[in-house]
């Protein structure tokens, strides 16, 4: 199903600290620093004790950028969470580049080249999309079958350069589904984690049931058993939450609070392993902190410490987490996640590559037709 796509590394994997990945951190570092001139990355800054939790947080700072000037990454060591933070800027930059449309044309007149319906994806508020609105296409492929599409250029790049003139507003405009990794394979199983998980976190929070709670202690994983030590000893309550996906995939939401900071902050995770997908949410979490206590990020709101915080009660005890594994190859892992998705959304996903000869790192659009995600809650 997948053989157009996939290298030799992913036909196995190498099991890193919270993460499955191609190749050994060293060799992605090589590629990173490689590109990172060309990518406009001028600093890579170790962010992690400005705060007093001590789990690995990165930023990678790009001025030039057209989106936001600070990436993060964060990851159980510091190589993982310094390359977290550039592939987060090297991708963000290929996103942000001028693209020329393949064609240009309404939803009507290239449908027999669609294997979904545009109004499926994410849609402003408002929007303007009809199906004999002229759009700007690129050039996908379904992950199902590998069978070439279009996806309009609107759904596929991002930028926050104000345009002249009149651009109507169709569709939602974000980072959801964006992804780089050694190997096209590997950006796009992460791009779908992260599709999957916006969905499912979308529904919970705006839905208003914010899933399950659960005993992280419970996942029986050293990883995610230090983790919560780290936490309780710089006096930091965790809270996690499972909840529902579509796709059976484990998804958590954990939120962190303390006396001395607290308004609380919340990290999400989505993967085959509900370990994985735990210390996701988990790092996730204690990174969104460090981008509020550095305070260089472009995107913060300006309310996260307005008011008066809610005093906490004391977490009654979480279910047991039920413990779900990875396959072992990365081509495994995506075959079954893209099956799932396409079940649970019932299109096939999409992916558009916006990998550039010139850099030569893997980076992708991943669309799913009938997901959610909310511009309220991303």
Known sequence: MLTWMLSGSDRTKLRLPGTDRAHDPAATLEMANRVAAKTGITRVADITWLDTIGIPTFQAIRPASLTVAVSQGKGLTNDLAKLSAMMEAIELWHVEQPMTPV?????????????????????????????????DWQAARSLLDGAPTLVPQEAVGFSLERRSGWNAPAFFASTNGLASGNTLAEAILHALYEVIERDAVTLAVTGGDRGTPVDPASADSAAVAELCETLARAGVSLEVRSVPSATGLPCFIATITCEDYPPPFAGYGCHLSSEIALTRAITEAAQARLGYISGARDDLQQDVHAGRPQQRRPAAPGAAIQPQQAHESLAEDLEDVVKRAAVAFAHPPLVADLTRPDIGVPVVRVLAPGSRVSPEVF
């Open 103 to 135: 064609t240009v044309a309404a939803a009507r007149d290239v449908a027999d080249q669609l294997v979904y319906d545009p109004l499926e994806l994410p849609l402003s508020s408002p929007t303007v999309l009809h199906d004999g609105l002229p759009l």
